[in-house]
């Protein structure tokens, strides 16, 4: 299947100076995809430069009048900007001239334009936003990283389906186990939530595994994690946080005094390898699941080699046919259950 | 004021073979302070040898005849073993024979124990478990990391007093800053525990910050963070996981191949004091808040110069009288604010 991807060229801390060199160097290594630059078209060329006709066809820019701004809020960014470089690229998914978009845009704005635009698959409730984290054997798929902040047990229900077609696609999982976070491993452990939620869970027709630990997401416990989007996101910022303090202790260690910097310029292979291993821009690119299209978040900051990540990350879902898979789940349970959300298959009628 | 700190010996992963040399150890540096080891008496006799008679009366062995396992249910710890080492511990410091208890048996045996032998604070609705986490500026106090798994926003407001009291006693801080963690820093962001948490914090005389999310946490944005027990457990054992992660790699690449192996031995000295920074065992001692006596939970798998940490800091807490504290703040508060629960003062008054 040959794949476009539509890039939001605009969003993101440094914009196109970041997008556009990542999606050519996309190009150069990814020889059977496609990708559309969406953005201020005079801004795009001059970016793009002599660069553009070795790709021929397969890169195409896409005019857009108005950028979504970093602190915007979602509202405005739906009412006011509706020729924004974000809005556009999620309508060219819509309208099947990409099958996956890619903003570095603010979440809140991109998650409610996406919802807007796209609508969410039958029998999801709410869409989540779920990101690949590093662990010590391989990576794991965790969500809801914040896009929900108060779910009911069905919601995370819903987010173990998804996560675990993620995982099927992307990884080539047959049946990916998925882990309900919570505060011990025993059974009698947790609140009413996460008790509902694993009921629900164990009863699936999914590769269910039973609780995790906070410790368990790097340790790689499970294929797919799923916890509350209030949890989740603060699980992720609080390892981010962790992540630079231990960076900053690295660094300042290394350079205290002459002969600790001798030893860092003799370490500095080793020091690169590690850095490269744990790396958060290798695994850039959170996708936002649930949707009726393919919606890849970036790193606000991200550098080109780590925006790259996530436009790689957004062609491999739609070549892989996630949308597909996570509706297929939807639908096979939609004839053997009834408790699915109708209000929300309502809404996505409507798309 | 001299203190004494009753230590449960049993406790442990280790058991005596790691509590009484770090008694030992402590007693060697801390000349004001004296302590009682409680457990097996024939067991602590031998483990202590000829060490004994140099502390004089400072060193007491107070024998108990049971132990409670390290996965033994909290009810069975209560109703079947009146004599373990951890009750009596606990016992000691309600007769006022001891300042505090340290025990690096299963938390929630010895939280369901101390808060039966010694009960809740007045105006206390529950205890909660507080931990000083390493920033990059120095620490911060976050709780509650488990010991609560459904918080209302009356229970964050009470941790904010009782992390702020323990912020001032032991660290000297006049108005220690306090956050609450959050998705996000704006006042929209949230659900509806910390929209009601927040304006109760406000409300307080505390020196309340606002939000906080994940990353703050280890920027030391605030000296106190706020957090339900669910979210505040996930959060630590996530950072456990990934320093565990981190620490895999950096190994992993340090050891790859010879050219590695020698720049890991220049290093060393380096690598070490970044060890030594990091070390989650220097930061040892989780202290559960809101009793009416202190009570230090050490890190089951402690090693010696981890459990002395532990015994430090409970001596620090009772020297510097943080139960005083944390009532007089809380005495003040019942003359201005009749919004505590009077259920808890009254199961407090059983003492």
Redesign the interface.
């Known amino acids: 299947m040959s794949v476009t991807v539509a890039i939001d060229c605009m969003g993101g801390d440094h914009g196109p100076a970041v997008t556009v060199p990542a999606a050519l160097d996309f190009l150069g290594v990814h020889p059977g995809v496609s990708v559309i630059l969406v953005g201020l078209e005079d801004e795009l060329k001059a970016r793009v430069g002599e660069g553009a006709g070795k790709f021929g066809s397969r890169l195409r820019i896409h005019h857009a009048s108005q950028v979504v701004g970093m602190d915007e809020p979602p509202k405005s960014a739906i009412r006011a900007k509706k020729d924004s470089s974000m809005r556009v690229a999620i309508n060219l998914v819509k309208e099947g001239e990409a099958q996956a978009a890619v903003s570095a845009g603010n979440t809140g704005a991109l998650m409610a334009i996406a919802r807007f635009v796209l609508k969410t698959l039958p029998g999801i409730d709410r869409p989540a936003i779920c990101f690949a984290l590093?662990?010590?054997r391989g990576r794991t798929y965790a969500l809801d990283l914040?896009a929900n902040?108060?779910c009911t047990a069905q919601h995370l229900l819903q987010f173990g389906i998804m996560g675990a077609m993620l995982a099927s696609a992307v990884d080539h999982l047959e049946r990916p186990t998925v882990g309900l976070?919570n505060?011990g491993e025993e059974e009698i452990k947790?609140?009413?939530l996460t008790k509902q939620a694993a009921e629900l869970l164990a009863a699936s027709s999914l590769n269910y595994y039973g609780y995790v630990?906070?410790?368990?997401?790097?340790?790689g416990t499970t294929d797919v994690v799923v916890?509350d989007?209030?949890?989740g996101?603060?699980?992720?910022?609080?390892?981010?946080?962790?992540?630079?303090?231990?960076a900053?202790?690295?660094r300042e260690?290394?350079t205290?005094g002459p002969?600790?910097k001798?030893?860092?310029l003799?370490?500095l292979?080793?020091?690169r390898?590690?850095k490269h291993?744990?790396d958060p821009g290798r695994y850039n690119g959170a996708v936002l699941l649930g949707l009726r299209g393919i919606v890849v978040k970036s790193h606000g900051s991200a550098a080109a080699y780590a925006f790259e990540r996530a436009i790689a990350r957004a062609a491999d879902a739609a070549e892989n046919r996630l949308i597909e898979r996570i509706a297929d789940k939807m639908s096979a349970r939609a004839g053997t259950d009834t408790n699915t959300d109708t209000g929300a298959i309502a809404d996505g009628d409507n798309a």
Do not use: W
């Open positions: 590093p662990t010590i914040g902040v108060d976070l505060v947790g609140n009413g630990e906070g410790d368990g997401i790097y340790q916890a989007g209030f949890v996101n603060v699980a992720l910022k609080t390892s981010e946080g962790l992540a630079k303090m231990l900053t202790f690295l260690e290394f205290r002969f600790s001798l030893a860092a003799l370490a292979p080793v020091l390898r590690f291993r744990a």
